[in-house]
């Protein structure tokens, strides 16, 4: 045994001795902690939970007593590396995340620091109040991650920063003091104003002026008597070095009466960054820029122009005042609230969709959010991007325009040793222009290792080491996240992308290893998880997120590693072998994926579009192969997995085992389920015996689903395109997209499937034998995995290409082939499920576009269902699959009219509602075809 390794068996057993929270080492929970939103890792010793204030001192005194170093933690969406540590990480979100109290009249909250904003926010909203810094990841950053970077948000021109919107704190030091903060001096350390009063010169010289978002070094400035030794502003933004936060009392402010959304369009990003300043006499509540390169194809729903301001304002008049004195190319005045949504949806997806370079290519944090005073904005923006040219990079600056704070993501080459010290020289010589500029070099994001090391550019040698003085009077141990802000780490140190530089077969995608391969090598999936930039939208909560999939085993367990995000960076620690060392065989990346539902939600909803479910794919793949993996595959691989082969082979016959009282325990089926019966007759072989003289138009796919446990949907999609007067046929010979093959991680199988309805689409020599029709496909997940994964797994085979650029939904055929096609109006309520393949992959805007041509209205449920093909049905998943349910199928369902047509094109999600409802919903083609022909009975048994 090493001695770090009995060192931290030791300093556990007396964690858990000493605290009531949850106390973790194991291996899972250390990389889950390695990595927050930056371009750092540090591998932390384990984490804890703290259940309460009392627990946060216990763990400081137990860490203290071993030498170990503590690192608060809330969300984990810290852009300088702040949030890693390699002693004890105390992750605050579990149980310390409530409202303790909430004053209207006072307009006043007290907090934990774990509650997510977006909580508190809700919260307030009855009173007509709000928080006002509201940083794009409201829905998932904590007041106490705000407290520890002094975050700001959108709306910090009319609010100011956290800084701004605190009152008091209740802070726990590492030598185990208990500190109420406030001002006058109120909770200051023994020293603290005597060292201020000794240079009372410096710090009254040594901040640069009119900067609205200052947020690097410490705030020392607020304690000088003139600005009321204010020791909470000081404290705010300390990044965890100074203190433990266990509670605060934060101001609450009034929301807009009457919240308008200006959209100004300019010629360029500088032409915008010129006129920002000058629209701050207007009183606007937001002046947010960006630019077309970053906007991309939204810009067709933007007023005219190559950049933008969203300028939030308060009432149609204040919006007219603004327009008029906007040097503008054009503007829109938005009032409609869904639209305002949509247009800030671009805004906060920015972090994300920064990462990606226009024409390939990824870009990284690094150099993220410095400030200059606004009305230098336009100047600096011009010398930064000369900058950019000059070092061979590309970004694109985007932010807080009003404030002069600007956002970029830069397409360092971090992989490389040539590359490091290329970041290195830009980071320097960005430093110096942005001091240049009067800046500070961090405007929202606070310094960690990015920044801190060149904060004596900013500040001078003799107000840093000022700085490290402050942090000895409060800290004189070093024991909270040494190496942030004082005395930091060189900012080119500790990369997270150290040891996944890879050249070489197999690096370029998941079939790259060549036909029949195992898929990509270890390293690569660990490059292609490292595109995580741990923003957390995957983490998401609350209202506003009711339009995304992802993550539906998050929402539903509440625990990092079922996110998007944690499962990340499990296989990226995975592929570095420091912390997870059994590569494929690795038990705890194979526990974190068994409740990824493959729903495909992060390839849309995730900024830089990780893509979980094929990443699963793989994995599994490999963690089975070989002898023992096979034998250590769960049954229902065996059977779900290859349910299209078992259908094709016994048919109907299936039936008479599945009523067997051993059946479900034999088909590795959750008892709780009940299994799908199979149709009495196939849709093909119905097809098969009717005759039509039509010229074919397409080809309709006959999936598995479809074929043996819903026919009646591939009659009714029959029947209405052919009302539409589109001739129909089917493939000749079996066709299968692989879906279940690829969920379950039996990649060489789905190859051989995927090729052999290859051959009988087009043949096997390449003799084409559809002619070129679209091929319209009935069940989502099976479109998605002809789309997707078909191409993915055979990229070599020019097939795969042409078969997935003709697939077609069936509101695609009906809009792209009949476009003056009229359905029958039903003119009822609708109520369902739009399937999160459809949303992930496909899109779903034709599909209400039918519906509402048909006169179905309303939406349908966002999210998963639940069931997810295999997942639901599996041992272990049951309690899961209702959770996910209930996150917002459910609850659509209860509170639709009683008239409403029940819609699902998927059949796991028709499944899962009449298991959980006893209600039959239908595929929009059943609905469609009723109305059609009088006696058409949708609702007939299979």
């Known amino acids: 045994m090493g001695t770090d390794e009995g060192t931290h068996r030791e300093l556990a057993a007396d964690l858990r001795s000493a605290v009531a929270g949850d106390v973790d080492f194991g291996a899972s929970a250390r990389a889950l902690a390695t990595m927050d939103a930056s371009n750092y890792r540090r591998v932390p010793a384990g984490t804890v939970a703290p259940r309460d204030a009392d627990d946060v001192a216990a763990v400081l005194e137990v860490c203290r007593a071993h030498g170990v170093p503590v690192v608060p933690r809330g969300a984990g969406t810290s852009i300088g590396g702040q949030a890693t540590g390699t002693g004890v990480v105390l992750d605050l979100t579990r149980h310390m995340a409530g409202i303790v109290s909430l004053d209207p009249r006072e307009r006043t909250a007290v907090v934990r620091p774990g509650l997510v904003l977006g909580r508190l926010r809700d919260a307030a909203r009855p009173h007509g109040l709000t928080f006002g810094p509201d940083p794009s990841t409201h829905s998932r950053c904590t007041l106490g991650g705000m407290i520890g970077n002094n975050a700001c948000g959108a709306h910090s021109v009319a609010w100011g920063t956290t800084a701004d919107n605190v009152r008091s704190l209740e802070v726990m030091t590492h030598g185990g003091g208990r500190l109420t903060l406030g001002k006058d001096g109120r909770g200051a350390p023994p020293g603290l104003l005597d060292l201020v009063d000794r240079n009372l010169a410096l710090l009254r010289t040594g901040y640069p002026p009119g900067l609205p978002r200052r947020i690097s070094g410490y705030a020392l400035d607020a304690l000088l008597p003139e ?14 070095t100074l203190g433990v936060v266990t509670e605060a009392t934060v101001r609450l402010v009034p929301l807009p009466a009457d919240p308008v959304l200006v959209v100004l369009g300019h010629p360029d990003e500088t032409a915008a960054a010129d006129a920002a300043a000058g629209l701050l006499a207007y009183g606007p509540l937001t002046v947010e820029g960006m630019a077309a390169d970053l906007v991309g194809p939204a810009a067709k729903d933007l007023p005219r122009g190559g950049a933008w301001l969203f300028c939030e304002v308060d009432g149609e008049d204040a919006a007219r005042d603004l327009v008029r004195a906007a040097d503008a190319l054009d503007a829109a005045v938005v009032r409609d609230p869904a639209g305002q949504r949509a247009l800030w949806r671009i805004r906060e997806d920015a972090a994300g969709t920064a990462t990606r370079v226009p024409g390939g290519g990824e870009a990284w944090p690094g150099w993220e959010d410095c400030a200059v ?38 397409d360092f080459d971090l992989w490389t040793p040539a590359g490091v010290r290329d970041f290195r020289r830009f980071s320097e010589a960005v430093a110096a222009l942005v001091v240049a500029h009067g800046g500070s070099l961090s405007g929202e994001h606070g310094d960690g290792k990015a920044r801190a090391e060149l904060l004596p550019k900013m500040y001078g040698d003799e107000l840093v080491a000022l700085f ?14 040494p190496g942030m802000l004082v005395r930091p780490e060189p900012l080119d ?52 997120t009711g339009d995304a999939v992802m993550c539906p085993s998050f929402r539903a367990t509440g625990e990092e590693k079922h996110s998007t995000r944690g499962r990340a960076r499990l296989l990226h620690e995975m592929a570095l072998g420091e912390v997870i060392t059994d590569g494929w065989r690795s038990e705890e990346v194979r526990e974190a994926l068994d409740l990824c539902l493959s729903c495909k939600g992060c390839r849309s909803d995730c900024p830089v579009g ?26 229902s691989h065996w059977t779900m997995g290859r349910l299209p082969h078992w259908l094709d082979l016994f048919g109907r016959g299936l039936n008479a085992a599945l009523r067997l009282p051993f059946a479900a325990r034999l088909a590795g089926v ?52 052919e009302d539409a007067g589109l001739g129909v ?33 087009e043949g096997a020599e390449g003799v084409r034998t559809v002619a070129g029709l679209p091929v319209v496909v009935l069940e989502p997940s099976c479109a998605a995995t002809l789309r997707t994964d078909l191409p993915e797994l055979l990229p070599d085979d020019p097939r795969a290409a042409r078969l997935a650029a003709s697939v077609l939904t069936f509101a695609e055929a009906l809009e ?20 999160c393949h459809q949303h992930a992959v496909l899109g779903d805007a034709p599909d209400r576009r039918l519906r509402e041509a048909a006169g179905l209205t309303g939406p349908l449920a966002g999210g998963c269902c639940g069931l997810a093909g295999n997942f639901g049905f599996e041992p272990g998943h049951h309690e899961v699959s209702l959770a996910c349910a209930e996150d917002q199928l459910l609850p659509a369902l209860r509170t639709a009219p009683a008239t409403a047509e029940l819609l699902a094109d998927g059949f796991s999600c028709r499944t899962q509602i009449e298991e959980l409802t006893g209600r039959r919903a239908r595929h929009l083609a059943e609905t469609l075809a009723e109305a059609l022909e009088e006696g058409f009975d949708g609702r007939e048994t299979p």
Not at 227 to 240: A, H, L, Q, T
Not at 610 to 629: P, Q, S, T
Request: aromatic content about 6%.
């Open 227 to 240: 600005n009321g030794r204010d020791v909470v502003r000081s404290f705010v933004g300390s990044e965890g």
């Open 373 to 410: 005073p606004p009305a230098r904005l336009g100047a600096y923006l011009r010398d930064f991007r000369a900058l950019l040219a000059d070092h061979g990079l590309r970004g694109t600056p985007y932010g807080h325009f009003g404030d002069g704070c600007v956002h970029v993501r830069v």
């Open 468 to 481: 490290g003085e402050v942090k000895d009077l409060w800290d004189p141990d070093g024991g909270l996240n």
């Open 493 to 544: 140190s500790g990369l997270r992308f150290e040891g996944l530089g890879f050249e070489g077969p197999g690096s370029g995608g998941r079939g790259s290893g060549g036909p029949g391969s195992a898929g990509l090598p270890l390293v690569a999936l660990g490059r292609e998880a490292a595109r995580c930039v741990g923003v957390a939208k995957c983490r998401a909560e609350g209202p506003g």
């Open 610 to 635: 990780v893509d979980m479910a094929a990443y699963k794919a793989e994995f599994l793949d490999r963690h089975h192969a070989g002898i023992g993996g096979l034998l250590r595959r769960p049954r």
């Open 670 to 721: 959750a008892p709780e389920r009940t299994l799908p019966r199979v149709a009495d007759r196939t849709f093909t072989s119905w097809f098969a015996d009717r005759a039509s003289a039509r010229t074919p138009d397409l080809t309709l796919w006959p999936d598995t689903f479809t074929d043996h446990l819903s026919p009646r949907t591939g009659r009714a999609a029959v029947r209405v395109l």
């Open 729 to 761: 046929r089917l493939p000749e010979g079996r066709v299968c997209c692989g879906l279940t093959y690829v969920s379950t991680g039996q990649l060489g199988a789905a190859r051989r499937v995927m090729r052999r309805t290859l051959d009988v689409m």
């Open 816 to 835: 792209t082939l009949a476009p003056d096609w009229t359905p029958p109006l039903l003119d009822r309520p609708a109520a369902g499920q739009t399937h």
